[in-house]
């Protein structure tokens, strides 16, 4: 909890802090915001990362300082893990040898650290981040403040998504105050994109389908449009919300090759559908509105087999009632009918 972080970081002095594979928003914006805090209060510290900064953070105060490594290859006070859900996402060996620190605001996280901080209404890690910073004593510097901020805007979907409360906004407010520039984030977060992200979406959507319902939508993106557009492998980051956009649509699967026969899902959702609960049968998790996992096999089998899982779920959902459904029997067998 909270008080124990508090009192670790006052009592040790070096550190290292890392996130998950494939790092976001939250990950990288929280993970250097706590690098930040750190070195306000003097301490020794370093991010270290399995996988580079993507091009989209790399403008955040401290993505240069962020060590890629696979393995965990000296021994710290304590490796603070930011929003993982087990000691595997972190994809670094030897993380298991040290004193782990879990910080998360997923509730399906596992207590895999030492000290366990887990706060499932904090909108973002980022706004873990900010309460401590208040806990310890330290105003927020400009750059713990950008780096919280992408935390919050990019995992709230910029404010739109149901995560976002009232603290959302209050602690917002607070980082504006604390220098940030929210435009100025937003440029570099959203407005930023290469050249071939544009193409490869073109791409993607050209795939986009929806079931009889209209409430179901997916799409895929193959290695090969990844190779024709010139793309890098994390381009295809948030594709998976255009299909939400559409004013029917309650659930979406976005499967990506990763390699061949391995695809990467990324599954939202709009009010009571659960999507984080089918992709915890493929091994993944996430939140309710916003989850991914990773699937082995065949496209079309992979395809049709979350698709029927994502018509069970908003089958049980009423689509005119605004007020909490029962969700629906993920284990039922109905088969969806392929239009567009
Ligand atoms: P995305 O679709 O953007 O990759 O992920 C959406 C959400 O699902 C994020 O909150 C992320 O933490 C979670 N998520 C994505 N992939 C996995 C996975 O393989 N395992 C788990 N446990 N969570 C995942
Ligand atoms: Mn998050």
């Keep these: 909890m909270l008080s124990q972080v508090v009192e670790l970081i006052e009592s040790r002095s070096d550190f290292a802090i890392t996130s998950h594979m494939r790092p976001d928003g939250d990950s990288v914006g929280s993970s250097l915001g706590l690098y930040w805090l750190l070195c306000a209060l003097g301490k020794e510290v370093e991010v270290i990362m399995r996988d580079p900064v993507p091009y989209t953070y790399q403008k955040l105060p401290g993505a240069g300082r962020v060590r890629v490594t696979p393995i965990v290859d000296k021994a710290y006070d304590a490796v603070f893990v930011i929003e993982c859900s087990d000691l595997t996402r972190p994809g670094l060996v030897n993380l298991d040898q040290q004193f782990v620190v879990n910080i998360d ?15 499932s209404t904090a909108s973002a890690v980022g706004e873990m981040i900010y309460n401590l910073c208040k806990a310890i004593g330290v105003r927020p510097t400009k750059e713990i403040a950008e780096c919280v901020y992408t935390a919050l805007v990019t995992d709230t979907g910029s404010f739109h998504y149901s995560n976002t409360t009232e603290r959302t906004f209050k602690v917002a407010s607070e980082l504006v105050r604390a220098g940030v520039r929210p435009a100025k984030i937003s440029q570099n977060v959203f407005n930023n994109y290469p050249w071939g992200k544009l193409q490869l979406l073109s791409q993607v959507l050209a795939t986009a389908k929806h079931d009889a319902s209209g409430r179901v939508a997916w799409m895929r993106q193959t290695l090969d449009m990844q190779e024709r557009a010139g793309a890098a492998d994390g381009d295809g980051d948030g594709f998976v919300n255009y299909p939400l956009s559409v004013g029917q649509v309650e659930a979406v699967a976005f499967l990506k090759e990763h390699s061949p026969g391995v695809y990467r899902t990324s599954l939202r959702s709009k009010g009571d559908v659960n999507v984080a609960r089918i992709a915890e049968k493929f091994g993944g998790g996430g939140h309710r509105n916003a989850a991914g996992c990773t699937i082995i096999g065949d ?32 284990e039922q067998d109905a088969q969806p009918e392929t239009v567009a």
């Design 105 to 119: 605001h997923h509730s399906t996280t596992a207590l895999f650290g030492t000290i366990n901080w887990i706060d």
């Design 299 to 330: 496209w079309e089998e992979a395809e049709r087999t979350i698709v029927r899982l994502l018509c069970d779920a908003v089958d049980g959902i009423d689509p005119d009632d605004d007020t909490a459904t029962p969700l629906g029997d993920p």
